[in-house]
């Protein structure tokens, strides 16, 4: 099946810092991959769509200079948390679909990255 | 505005028996619907999904029921495993072309032994 990996897992760093988190397509491409943070027991929002080649569609609310995301080739999405401050402590996880085929494929998500801003 | 709800927040079944995940939405122009697992500090797992002209899907032990009229589906697992203990996410697309994903809240399914 379709497989998503995301890296790193797990970030623990100082306030002002900025984390960068790679989401890539392993054995498909994507022309779309999506960013999506979960607070505790809550839902996942989706944060931006990610599309190869071209700027990223943020959602109301996201702020696009704070959440950087880059989607240089077909596999490979990044999410660059700039200046990071407590409040963006969250889980952020990605997702990507097959493209391309008649039939309808279900997004695929990555194992997520639990980031914690000290 | 929370267009997929999942009002249940927890439900405890017993091993063996059927699981059922109820999950209701207000925008009838979603044309697929999808179920998510999730295990803590892990990503969504895909289980089963049912586009909006049928009303049901069966996979193993995994079938969906999409009432549109009800605006309502659900998940019924059957037999159910202990493995099955996580969250499930429902899941609706709002049209060809547009693959985000709005989720409901999710519920805590617990199977006990």
């Given at each position: 099946g379709?497989?998503?990996?995301q890296?790193?897992s797990?970030?623990?760093?100082?306030?002002?810092?900025?984390?960068?988190?790679?989401?890539?397509?392993?054995?498909?491409?994507?022309?779309?991959?999506?960013w999506?943070?979960?607070?505790?027991?809550?839902s996942l929002m989706?944060?931006?769509t990610?599309?190869?080649?071209s700027?990223?569609?943020?959602?109301?609310?996201?702020?696009?200079?704070?959440?950087?995301?880059?989607?240089a080739?077909?596999?490979?999405?990044?999410?660059?948390?700039?200046?990071?401050?407590?409040?963006?402590?969250?889980?952020?996880?990605?997702?990507?679909?097959?493209?391309?085929?008649?039939?309808?494929?279900?997004?695929?998500?990555?194992?997520?990255?639990?980031?914690?801003?000290? | 505005?929370?267009?997929?709800?999942?009002?249940?927040?927890?439900?405890s079944?017993?091993?063996?028996?059927?699981?059922?995940?109820?999950?209701d939405?207000?925008?009838?122009?979603?044309?697929?619907?999808?179920?998510?697992?999730?295990?803590?500090?892990?990503g969504?797992?895909?289980?089963?999904s049912?586009?909006?002209?049928?009303?049901?899907?069966?996979?193993?032990?995994?079938?969906?029921?999409?009432?549109?009229?009800?605006?309502?589906?659900?998940l019924?697992?059957?037999?159910?495993?202990?493995?099955?203990?996580?969250?499930?996410?429902?899941?609706?697309?709002?049209?060809?072309?547009?693959?985000k994903?709005?989720?409901g809240?999710?519920?805590?399914?617990?199977?006990?032994?």
């Amino acid at each position: 099946g379709a497989v998503v990996s995301q890296h790193p897992s797990w970030v623990i760093c100082k306030s002002g810092t900025s984390v960068k988190i790679e989401c890539r397509s392993l054995d498909f491409q994507a022309t779309t991959m999506f960013w999506y943070r979960q607070f505790p027991k809550q839902s996942l929002m989706l944060m931006a769509t990610s599309n190869e080649g071209s700027k990223a569609t943020y959602e109301q609310g996201v702020e696009k200079d704070k959440f950087l995301i880059n989607h240089a080739s077909l596999t490979l999405s990044t999410l660059t948390v700039t200046s990071a401050h407590p409040e963006d402590s969250s889980f952020y996880i990605c997702s990507a679909s097959i493209t391309g085929t008649s039939l309808y494929q279900p997004q695929h998500f990555g194992d997520g990255t639990r980031l914690s801003i000290l | 505005d929370q267009q997929v709800k999942q009002n249940s927040p927890s439900l405890s079944v017993q091993e063996g028996r059927i699981s059922i995940l109820n999950c209701d939405y207000t925008n009838s122009m979603f044309d697929y619907f999808l179920w998510y697992k999730k295990y803590p500090a892990e990503g969504p797992t895909f289980l089963i999904s049912i586009s909006s002209i049928k009303d049901k899907n069966e996979d193993g032990r995994f079938t969906v029921f999409l009432n549109k009229s009800a605006k309502h589906l659900s998940l019924h697992i059957v037999p159910s495993q202990p493995g099955d203990s996580a969250v499930y996410f429902c899941a609706a697309r709002l049209g060809f072309g547009n693959e985000k994903l709005t989720f409901g809240t999710g519920t805590r399914l617990t199977i006990i032994p």
